[in-house]
């Protein structure tokens, strides 16, 4: 059985190429220190304290703040709901928006489209990467289905 261990590398390195300091440095200990006067600090503490405030009314639920996260969950929900009112499926208009937002235009062309690709047999998740892949045209959309299966 042959082993995989290599040997140590002992590096040298000239004196020529060691750096060492160039003088003496003793003399340099007497150099005054700079000092800051931190007397008043009032701004820095109100500032500091309102940022805590605001910290903490985004942490309390009963402050009626929303996550981030949850005010574009509400965001994509409502943009959803209004494109299924405008006639869009649910589940086209869910693909469409998070696709592409809440773009009027684009939603619906996807919308359009998707629904035209899943008529036509093909899954979901081929029609959705086909489409969001070129842009909404569905000649190239059709054509990559076809292609991936």
């Known amino acids: ?3 995989n261990i290599v040997p140590p590398v002992n590096v040298n390195i000239s004196p020529a190429f060691r750096l060492t300091p160039s003088g003496n440095l003793s003399g340099y200990s007497d150099v005054p220190q700079t000092v800051l006067p931190f007397e008043d600090l009032e701004l820095e503490q109100k500032v ?3 940022l805590k405030t605001t910290y903490e009314d985004c942490l309390d639920p009963s402050a009626g703040m929303k996550s981030p996260a949850q005010a574009l969950n509400d965001e994509w929900h ?4 209004k494109f ?3 006639g869009c499926d649910k589940e086209a208009a869910s693909f469409a928006v998070a696709a592409y937002g809440d773009q009027e235009e684009k939603v619906l062309e996807f919308a359009k489209e998707y629904s035209s690709l899943k008529d036509m047999g093909f899954s979901t998740e081929k029609a959705v ?3 969001v892949m070129h ?3 569905l000649d190239l959309a059709v054509a990559a289905c ?3 299966d």
């Open 135 to 137: 842009d909404n045209k």
């Open 48 to 50: 500091i304290g309102d």
């Open 129 to 131: 990467g086909a489409l």
């Open 78 to 81: 409502s943009a959803v709901t």
């Open 1 to 3: 059985m042959q082993s």
């Open 146 to 148: 076809c292609i991936s």
């Open 84 to 86: 299924t009112n405008m």
